[in-house]
């Protein structure tokens, strides 16, 4: 009965969702949402690189970006603050977007937009095996009643694209093997959002995974090359100087840290932005995320007896935790996380959902997983208020830590691979 009523939560709070994105894109028109949305930063890049501004230093040029922007939004009526939302991805982002600007605003914003749902869909159903079958309805409609999800949507952003990373490097390490290497081209493939890969590179050499460490800077050197051939040589320095002279841009060009949800943010919210303190949160946060990956590698395996028994039950290992873990720690230790890059927690979510319905667990802790997904709502209700989805983010990691820590002789490590897929 609280499953039937909570799914019917759940599908109500979808409709809502998908209704407010179409009132908020009807309401202002299709051309002016895509002119006002996050989709003008991609399409100011497009068209910077379309016009022949490939160097880097052209690209990152705030001058000739601001310059670029207005005439895109002349006769529109949109205005930022400063006049300008910059492009601060990497180049080859400009270079993928520079067709946008061969098409009206609308129908390129339509385009992209499609492009990253669909990769959404992808991920959602590369994730399904993380739960039993009676209960992968849930995946479904968590993912679309989570707020970030709506938000990247509506923004035209391409966070979808980091969680499919995500989540490829997740399927490639569970399968093992030569499969390593192509976890490791799969995370590369999070390079569009460098700062947010960070951890898992580190996760991986934690792990001693060279071949997936050589998929990726393989993968890694293939892109700076092919870069090069138009950004020029020097554009990894030209481009983390445009990253650090933004983030010192407080309350400016779109750096307001005090709406984002990490540490830096919730710090900013109470008046207590103080870089030595953030630091050793930062520090704590990762200590902690060590220390429960090398207690729970440090358990005993399964026996094959109770890995043939366990097979087929087994589908959140120590493996998916870790991930799970290092993916929340990546969200409240970075300094730059904007609401639709929380879109990645998408893949702790059902990694914690899968251990709960794992372990047996009574459907009121899988109801309070699920609740959480109404945390970004609180943005609608604005400060101080809104930390307390940051509150969440904490309690799941926490949950991930404890989970490794206390619980990793349940985690069987050595579970079958491959029926997994």
Partial sequence: MKARLLTYAL???????????????????????????????????GTLFAQGHHSAAELYNIVLQS??????????????????????????????????????????FILWDTAQLLLLLLSLWLMRPLLPVGERYWLWLGAFAF????????????????????????????????????????????????????????????KRNWRALSGFTVSAAALYLLTTTFAGFDWPFVYLNTLGWLNA??????????????????????????????????????????????????????????EAGNSERERVGALELQLAATTLATAITSVYLYTHDL???????????GWAAQQRWPIWISTLLIANLLAPMLIFVGQPLDALFVATILLAFAASIYILTYAPAQLNPAASRTQFI
Avoid at 154 to 183: F, H, K, M
Avoid at 262 to 280: E, I, P, T, V, Y
Avoid at 343 to 353: D, E, H, R, T
Wanted: glycine share 8%; charged share 10%; with cysteine.
């Fill in 11 to 45: 599908t109500a709070l979808v409709a809502i969702l998908i209704g407010l994105r179409v009132e908020v894109v009807a309401s202002r028109g299709i051309e002016t949402h895509a002119l006002k949305a996050d989709y003008i930063v991609f399409l100011t890049g």
């Fill in 67 to 108: 310059s670029v922007q207005q005439q895109l939004l002349a006769g529109s009526g949109v205005k930022f603050v400063d006049g300008l939302l910059p492009f601060v991805h990497p180049p080859l982002v400009a270079a993928v977007a520079s067709p946008l600007s061969a098409l009206s605003p609308a129908l390129g």
């Fill in 147 to 206: 707020f970030p999800v709506y938000q990247s949507l509506l923004e035209g952003q391409i966070s979808p694209t980091l969680l499919l990373s995500i989540v490829l490097l997740w399927r490639c390490l569970r399968v093992g093997g030569a499969a390593n290497w192509w976890a490791g081209v799969s995370l590369a493939l999070g390079l569009i959002k460098p700062h947010l890969i960070i951890l898992f590179v580190i996760y991986l050499l934690y």
């Fill in 249 to 306: 841009q407080i309350n400016h060009y779109g750096m307001l840290p005090q709406v984002m949800f990490n540490w830096h943010s919730l710090l900013a919210r109470f008046g207590l932005d103080n870089s030595l303190l953030l630091g050793a949160l930062i520090a704590l946060t990762l200590i902690a995320l060590g220390y429960a990956c090398w207690r729970s590698d440090s358990a005993p395996t399964s026996t094959p007896a109770q």
């Fill in 343 to 353: 879109i990645m927690l998408l893949f702790s979510g059902a990694v914690l959902l």
